[in-house]
């Protein structure tokens, strides 16, 4: 058993991150969740006890493979963390969007973070929408 983190992806939905690779969900009955890799023609499956987002749980792989046929990508879950926690910011409070987007400017660590990350414009688009 392995231990991962539930974020939220682009369109909403909860995504698991298990050593810089993500899945989407299939299925859930609860309490378990049933999860395949996100890239298609990847079919590495896995399943833990819950799907709700911010959360960590343990990871059990289903199939037999475990190898992905891609490269991961460790960059992902900082920005899709950043993006969700300056939504949720957003939408409790009435501060101008460049002040949250600076705000959460601050955790970003790593050159390729930095590099990386969504301009002011940009971030002010999302607060907006």
């Known amino acids: 058993m392995y231990k991962s983190k539930i974020t939220r992806s682009q369109k909403g939905f909860p995504q698991l991150c298990f050593q810089n690779y993500y899945y989407r969900l299939v299925s859930s009955n609860v309490p378990k969740c049933n999860w395949r890799c996100v890239k298609n023609f990847c079919n590495v499956r896995c399943s833990a006890f819950g799907d709700k987002i911010g959360e960590e749980y343990e990871v059990k792989f289903d ?50 973070e930095i590099a990386n990350a969504a301009s002011q414009n940009a971030g002010r688009l999302f607060i907006s929408r």
């Open 63 to 112: 199939s037999k493979t475990t190898e992905h046929n891609h490269t991961s990508d460790p960059l992902k879950y900082v920005q899709l963390e950043r993006r969700r926690k300056i939504e949720l910011k957003a939408s409790m409070c009435d501060e101008s969007p460049r002040k949250i987007i600076s705000e959460f400017g601050n955790e970003l660590k790593l050159e390729e």
